[in-house]
């Protein structure tokens, strides 16, 4: 099992920045998934951006150009995440969630919340126009 704590989250005029972070601690030792998704109100949660212990990203197609992942991954036992928002837009407005997942996943699956155990608690991002 791994434990998420998410952060970062606020409040962008519409063309800024934010950055979210994720600590992720646990069992981490073989390969992982480590992804971020969103739900705004009234919507099902969708994936953003996902990356694997090895580097290989996945971006929604909403996101891309616009939306880095990264990761700290120097400790096996203290993973962080990073999502580098720019050029936010108010539809990115929602909750984002991080989550964390150690066993396979297919590269089509990859932005599937449904193939996630683990998740943190959440950070609001809010965008306005």
């Known amino acids: 099992q791994v434990q998420l704590v998410d952060s970062g989250g606020g409040s962008a005029q519409s063309g800024g920045s934010l950055r979210l972070s994720c600590a992720a601690s646990g069992s981490m030792y073989g390969n992982y998934y480590l992804g971020w998704f969103r739900q705004a109100s009234g919507k099902e949660r969708e994936g953003v951006a996902v990356i694997e212990r090895y580097g290989n990203t996945n971006y929604a197609d909403s996101v891309k150009g616009r939306f880095t992942i990264s990761q700290d991954n120097a400790k096996n036992t203290q993973i962080t995440v990073y999502l580098h928002m720019n050029n936010l837009k108010p539809e990115d407005t929602a909750m984002y969630y991080c989550?964390?997942?150690?066993?396979?996943?297919?590269?089509?699956?990859?932005?599937?919340?449904?193939?996630?155990?683990?998740w943190g608690q959440g950070t609001q991002v809010t965008v306005s126009s």
């Open positions: 989550a964390a997942a150690t066993y396979y996943i297919p590269s089509y699956s990859t932005l599937s919340a449904d193939k996630y155990n683990d």
